[in-house]
């Protein structure tokens, strides 16, 4: 009978602080999910903005990865866990050589957050570079 009741008495503990961690996550908020560069100039090759993440959910935060959509773009994010209410950086850099033209391009962003999965997008247009 008491190891039925220490049993039970376990069984409610662990139940319970399951249920206190599911009112507790982690949260992605971005300010903005696109960023143009407008007009860029090839010859003055790469160019780059930062999208800033905070954490809004009472968790942390990690940035788990960054997918961009060619080898033209490339990316550095907060490698640490971003606290509550505290903000991180996800630094995108596009290379217009050789590519005239409009684009846009697409990131891939997953996190441990409530949304996983979150896109961004760059875009602008490449005035190429005049021939010598």
């Known amino acids: 009978m008491k190891r039925l009741l ?63 959509s060619c080898g033209c773009t490339t990316s550095q994010f907060t490698k640490r866990p971003i606290a509550p209410g505290k903000s991180g950086e996800i630094k995108i850099t596009y290379d217009p050589t050789g590519r005239p033209g409009a684009f846009k391009k697409d990131i891939k962003v997953r996190t441990n957050g409530r949304e996983r999965r979150t896109t961004l997008f760059i875009e602008g247009t490449t005035i190429p570079a005049q021939a010598k």
């Open 6 to 68: 220490f049993s039970l008495t376990i069984l409610i503990i662990t139940l319970g602080s399951t249920l206190a961690d599911d009112n507790k996550y982690a949260q992605a908020a971005f300010n903005d999910k696109t960023y143009d560069f407008g007009i860029i100039k090839e010859e003055k090759g790469p160019v780059s903005t930062t999208f800033q993440v905070t954490n809004t959910g009472n968790k942390p935060l990690l940035i788990i990865d960054v997918a961009v």
